[in-house]
């Protein structure tokens, strides 16, 4: 009842306003991967007048509620979805990786020149509460060459539910046992200790604003914030400092995991290979098999394969690194799977 | 110790009480000042022609302007007024001619307690009464978020204005032989107009900065949209995003949408004295 | 028409209360029943729209009620004092958000309170003519800032503000209280504390002035009559008449401290702690809400939020309840010209 009156009031709404050729999609959540989506929709918006898509940063949280409530066009993460999540949608959904990031610990220590060193213990350590100040031995330790203020250590998280911290706490439940035992997996977890940032954006400028702070950000955002950014040691024993090779690698690793039936719901933290960087993960856009509107359920498929085609070349200089290009062909076969009233969408767009 | 001195003591400490209180008054006033102050030292350098007209660039890039958020506070704003003005004013008649009952008693205590609800309170329980049951963000939505807010507000002043009409004119027109609802609506309610409208530009001034409720109801967009059906950008969304984000851009902006919005604010204020100051000279 | 109205006959003549007192009861008019159908249509659509009201009410707290019982079942009681908030384990607690909020709230009043005062008596018994008017103005333009132009300031001026010329004097002197323990990381309970005194300042200074304007003049003059300073009178005479609306008015302040989300969620820290010192970050019922409600993963989380939600609503309805009950005894008292309460 209440929902049909709602409905007709928005329809009758819509009728009234003049008819416009636009296809309008909304989208929510990750703000992992916000300042390329920012880039790309944008421009997407720019050249092609027949679209219009809203993106906003919510949290990976969020992009999945929304998602699964259906206020939303599509959804953006950084945490896969729980086979519990799927299934209470009907299995209504598709994970389609869209760039690579790194979660990088960025610190604020103004006056330490060069990068800090961090091994697994010594960052479970820190998020545990257990390192409470910058000249701690532990963190000495670790950095030889570096003299370390006594600066107390502020620690930064999210506040918001977040695929980022998906990523940060599934790699630290994976090197810590105590972590493990303690704190757990999830997009929002108890944490021991620190301060609440709202998005990648909070977490990044309370880090900024907070002298002897440390958060951990997708790569982009420490390198536009400027703050410290830290090496972080891989499995294989080498300090590896983030970067797009470094995360490139860590897919690579993947990707022998993987083959063309894969759903992408991979993680690829803690991965083997000398030069990865240990905490790095897809991002994925969260989109329905099984759309109600053939035209928008279009248009977004064709959004989508130009971010991971066209799209890609923005990555590098965001701070992403760009999708291995064997995937893309896999990519195609999924999008090519999303349908409306049964018929499957997907039709390249026309020469202009 | 001798009258004159105790007197003396007195006095002494009366005038060292009445600068103590005076000294509070201006401390209390101060953080305006410098709030008024901050906006424009960090907010006018940034406002140019570009700044009204632009939509928002890509995050981090610089260039971007506010026009969509401005566009969109006015028009869900002006939703709200569409939605809330006619059931509030109805209300505060109401209240004024007829609410000397129970039912009266009724609806004053419940608008009192409306007038106390949190403003995120009303943001959840918009967005599981229309966002969730139709399946999208809306500017729609976020309106009638702001209209429950602005309801009692309304309702509440306008009975007050209403009420202050003297009995001496309803009278004299049910003597002239007015029936009872002219009497209410031509000669009572007209002469208090001038009230009401005050009361309603207080409220439309404080519902076009609220932010909490439009968190789950308009969500926010990234383009130039006056559709009522889909998410929109509002002045106060723009600058809770920029202000709590990390890049050096967002944050210029967000002191000059600040100055803009609280610019919009003052001129409200200023236009709902106005409008008294008006009524007064005019008698 | 009015019975024995035919021409210039018995006409009540009701005088008007004067301006700055409450103002008169309805107008006392026999009510005509419903022979006019243009009258009986007014009075019905009249009636119709103020219904909207409690209907909405009835509405808001039914969703809010009828969302939170899943999380009401699970967690019963134990809701309110727990402080776990653990979305991985499932387990939710509000014990901390309540405590950062009536803590943050009590700060608040402490800081307003003196503030709110010193101007609601300022401007009623000592301003000359010619500082009143600006001043209130000044006063009323604080409400009129929105509250998120407060977390910009609060973000970019006040803490930094505090972190360089407040906290270190504070913590020279006071730091062996538990109150100033610890490292100040500049989003904490202090900074929201302070914002919310601000931003509530103006409401108590308002309603209290109305109170002190209510309180009647011969209170004072006979004060003043009997000798006193005007200090003196103001104290003794003028203020315990009010005492019950002023507190009614700092209630108000504590009801507005309580709602306020977007200053408060910007700079007090968001965690989810309970601890005594003001320099550590907090949460409040309010802030948690907006930073988590549209994303709570599961149907637990979100009915968690929506029990924090009515909690917030009830604990605002009561405080405003009582906080309007006492301002209006005072009005009463001082329409009926009576003895102080």
Redesign the interface.
């Known amino acids: 009842m209440r929902k049909t009156l709602w409905l007709s009031t928005l329809i009758g709404l819509t009728l009234a306003a003049p008819a416009a050729a636009q296809v309008r999609l909304t989208g929510a959540g990750a703000t992992f991967p916000n300042i390329i989506y920012q880039k790309w929709i944008l421009t997407y918006n720019a050249r092609f007048d027949n679209v219009e898509i809203n993106y906003q940063s919510i949290g990976s949280g969020g992009g999945i509620r929304q998602f699964s409530d259906k206020t939303v066009d599509f959804g953006g993460t950084d945490a896969p979805m729980t086979d519990s999540a799927i299934a209470a949608i009907g299995g209504n959904v598709l994970h389609l990786p869209t760039v690579l990031g790194a979660v990088v610990p960025t610190y604020n220590l103004p006056g330490v020149a060069g990068s800090v060193r961090f091994t697994p213990a010594l960052l479970a350590d820190i998020f545990l509460g257990k390192v409470t100040r910058w000249n701690d031995p532990r963190v000495a330790a670790a950095n030889p060459g570096l003299t370390l203020p006594a600066t107390d250590v502020v620690v930064v998280h999210r506040s918001d539910g977040s695929g980022t911290t998906y990523v940060w706490v599934d790699y630290l439940s994976k090197v810590s046992e105590e972590w493990q035992r303690r704190v757990g997996r999830g997009t929002s977890v108890n944490w021991p200790v620190g301060l609440g940032g709202r998005g990648n954006e909070g977490v990044a400028a309370t880090v900024r604003q907070t002298p002897g702070a440390i958060g951990y950000v997708e790569l982009g955002y420490a390198l536009i914030t400027k703050m410290g950014v830290g090496q972080v040691q891989n499995r294989a024993g080498t300090f590896v400092t983030p970067s797009l090779e470094s995360v490139t690698a860590a897919a690579r690793g993947a990707m022998a995991t993987m083959g063309p039936g894969t759903d992408f719901r991979v993680s690829i933290t803690d991965p083997a290979g000398p030069q990865a960087y240990p905490i790095a993960s897809f991002t994925w856009l969260l989109v329905r098999k099984e759309y109600p509107d053939p035209v928008k359920a279009r248009e977004l498929a064709r959004f989508i394969w130009w971010s991971v085609t066209e799209g890609q070349v923005h990555a590098p200089d965001l701070g992403y690194a760009p999708l291995p290009g064997e995937m893309q062909p896999w990519i195609e076969t999924r999008l090519k799977t999303v349908s409306a009233g049964g018929r499957a969408v997907w039709a390249p767009r026309p020469a202009p | 110790m001798s009258v004159r001195a105790r007197v003396f003591r007195?006095?002494v400490?009366?005038?060292v009480?009445?600068g103590?209180?005076?000294?509070?008054?201006a401390?209390?006033?101060l953080?305006?000042?410098?709030?008024l102050g901050?906006?424009v030292a960090?907010g006018a350098s940034s406002i140019d022609w570009s700044f009204f007209t632009r939509n928002?660039?890509?995050?981090?890039?610089s260039g971007g302007g506010v026009a969509n958020a401005i566009v969109g506070t006015g028009i869900i704003v002006g939703l709200a007024c569409l939605i809330g003005l006619?059931?509030g004013i109805?209300?505060g008649?109401?209240?004024?001619?007829?609410?000397?009952g129970r039912?009266?008693w009724?609806?004053r205590f419940?608008?009192?307690?409306?007038?106390?609800?949190?403003?995120?309170?009303?943001?959840?329980?918009a967005?599981?009464?229309?966002?969730?049951?139709?399946?999208?963000?809306?500017a729609?939505a976020g309106g009638v978020a702001l209209a429950?807010l602005m309801?009692?507000m309304i309702?509440r002043t306008t009975e007050?204005m209403v009420?202050?009409v003297?009995?001496?004119l309803?009278?004299?027109a049910?003597?002239l032989?007015y029936?009872?609802?002219?009497t209410?609506?031509t000669v009572i309610v007209r002469t208090a107009l001038s009230g009401i409208v005050t009361g309603c530009l207080v409220a439309v001034?404080?519902i076009?900065?609220?932010?909490?409720p439009l968190?789950?109801t308009a969500?926010?967009?990234?383009?130039f949209?006056?559709?009522?059906?889909?998410?929109m950008q509002t002045l106060?969304l723009q600058?809770?995003?920029y202000?709590?984000?990390?890049?050096d851009e967002w944050?210029r902006l967000?002191?000059a949408a600040?100055l803009v919005?609280?610019g919009l604010?003052?001129v409200i204020?200023l236009l709902a004295r106005w409008v008294t100051r008006q009524r007064y000279g005019a008698s | 028409m009015l019975s024995g109205a035919g021409g210039p006959g018995e006409v009540r003549l009701a005088v008007p209360g004067p301006t700055g007192t409450p103002p008169p009861a309805a107008a006392p008019v026999i009510p005509l029943q419903g022979r006019n159908r243009a009258d009986r249509a007014y009075q019905i659509s009249l009636t119709a729209l103020a219904l909207a009201l409690p209907l909405l009410l009835v509405v808001l707290v039914g969703e809010l009620a009828t969302n939170a019982r899943p999380a009401i079942e699970r967690f019963g009681w134990r809701f309110l004092w727990t402080s776990v908030w653990d979305p991985v384990a499932e387990v939710y607690g509000a014990a901390p958000m309540i405590f950062g909020t009536l803590a943050s709230s009590l700060l608040a009043l402490l800081l307003a309170v003196p503030l709110a005062l010193g101007v609601a008596i300022f401007l009623t018994e000592f301003a000359p003519r010619w500082v009143r008017q600006p001043v209130a103005f000044l006063v009323e333009l604080l409400a009129a800032i929105p509250s998120v132009v407060y977390g910009l300031w609060g973000i970019f001026v006040l803490i930094p503000f505090l972190r360089s010329a407040v906290v270190p004097p504070l913590k020279a002197t006071l730091g062996w209280t538990p109150f100033l323990e610890g490292v100040f990381y500049g989003n904490s309970l202090l900074a929201g504390g302070v914002i919310l005194a601000i931003m509530i300042v103006p409401y108590i200074a308002a309603v209290s002035r109305e109170v002190l304007l209510a309180v009647p003049a011969s209170q004072r003059e006979a004060a003043l009559g009997l000798g006193a300073t005007r200090w003196e009178a103001v104290w003794t005479a003028v203020l315990p008449y009010g005492r019950a609306g002023i507190i009614g008015a700092i209630m108000l302040g504590l009801g507005r401290a309580l709602g306020e989300t977007m200053a408060v969620t910007m700079v007090i820290g968001n965690r989810h702690d309970i601890g005594i010192s003001v320099l550590q970050p907090a949460y409040t019922m309010a802030a948690a809400i907006a930073n988590e409600f549209s994303e709570a993963t599961t149907n637990l989380y979100l009915s968690a939020l929506f029990e924090v939600g009515l909690i917030l609503f009830v604990v605002t309805v009561v405080v405003n309840a009582l906080a309007r009950l006492l301002v209006w005894r005072v009005a009463r008292g001082a329409a009926l010209g009576s003895r102080a309460l």
């Open positions: 007195r006095r400490r009366s005038m009480l009445t103590v209180v005076a000294g509070l008054c401390l209390a006033v953080p305006l000042l410098f709030i901050d906006l960090k928002p660039a890509p995050a981090g890039e006619p059931i109805g209300a008649i109401y209240l004024a001619e007829y609410g000397s039912l009266g009724i609806v419940v608008a009192d307690v409306m007038n106390g609800t949190p403003s995120i309170v009303v943001g959840i329980f967005w599981t009464f229309i966002v969730k049951p139709v399946g999208r963000f809306s729609l429950i309801l009692p309702a007050e009420r202050l003297p009995h001496s309803r009278e004299a049910l003597a032989g029936p009872r609802w002219r209410s609506l001034a404080r076009a900065g609220e932010t909490a968190l789950f969500l926010g967009n990234l383009n949209s006056t559709s009522l059906t889909q998410p106060s600058i809770y995003v202000a709590t984000g990390p890049f944050h967000a002191w600040a919005l609280m604010v003052l204020a």
